[in-house]
């Protein structure tokens, strides 16, 4: 199974903040990489897609880079509704995997 | 609204058996593979279990196979889960997702239902 590994595991941050959370495979997945983010109590919600693609609906201060083992997610301009959980996902073969989450707090 | 609403969690005992399962509305359910995956209290994301569009091709996760069985009735456009032989840890709220671009099993998952919460406990 492929390994995810999220860093950090948590970031303290303010509005307006430009944010990166980082996550790293065990092995090359091309660019099978998503992002999604969870706030309390809710179902996850879809960001990125193939490590680079803005999810219908979701906002550009979103974007995320990389590929092989390497990937970025960054938030532009940190809004009060963006402090939540982010998951990064390989969709390179099954099992697919998770990292750990990072929490984006106050 | 393209939708999934799950059901069928619970309170059960060690040992015990539940089916879960997930009602698909607003796409044409029988193009896409759909993925079983459960958050356990306070904890991270765990894909549990998938199945292909046509229900020809299940795959499960080490923590859960042969003790639960994925299975779907495109005519029904619903999704199952039969959860047997259940263990404490297996306490988790249960989602079931679509996947993004049809069906792959390992794909993005675009769209979550609101989640259904299982409790294994005497």
């Known amino acids: 199974d492929f390994q995810m590994t999220q860093s950090p595991s948590s970031l303290s941050a303010s509005v307006g903040d430009r944010v990166t959370i980082t996550c790293r495979a065990s092995?090359?997945?091309?660019?099978?990489l998503n992002w999604y983010q969870q706030t309390p109590g809710k179902a996850p919600k879809l960001l990125i897609y193939?490590?680079?693609s803005l999810q219908a609906g979701v906002p550009s201060r979103f974007s995320g880079s990389g590929s092989g083992t390497h990937f970025a997610l960054s938030i532009s301009s940190l809004q009060p509704e963006d402090f939540a959980t982010y998951y990064c996902?390989?969709?390179?073969?099954?099992?697919?995997?998770f990292g750990q989450g990072t929490k984006v707090e106050v | 609204e393209v939708q999934l609403v799950e059901s069928g969690g619970g309170l059960v005992q060690p040992g015990g058996s539940l089916r879960l399962s997930c009602a698909a509305s607003?796409?044409?359910?029988?193009?896409?593979?759909i993925s079983w995956v459960r958050q356990a209290p306070g904890k991270g994301l765990e894909w549990v279990s998938a199945?292909?569009?046509?229900?020809?091709?299940?795959s499960y996760a080490d923590s859960v196979k042969g003790r639960f069985t994925i299975s779907r009735d495109n005519s029904k456009n619903t999704l199952y889960l039969q959860m047997n032989s259940l263990r404490a840890e297996d306490t988790a709220i249960f989602y079931c997702?679509?996947?993004?671009?049809?069906?792959?099993?390992?794909?993005?998952?675009?769209?979550w239902g609101q989640g259904t919460k299982v409790t294994v406990s005497s």
């Open positions: 997702a679509k996947a993004n671009s049809g069906d792959y099993l390992a794909d993005a998952f675009d769209i």
């Open positions: 607003s796409f044409t359910f029988s193009d896409y593979a």
């Open positions: 199945i292909s569009a046509s229900g020809a091709h299940p």
């Open positions: 092995q090359s997945i091309s660019n099978y």
């Open positions: 193939a490590a680079s």
């Open positions: 996902q390989q969709s390179y073969s099954v099992p697919p995997t």
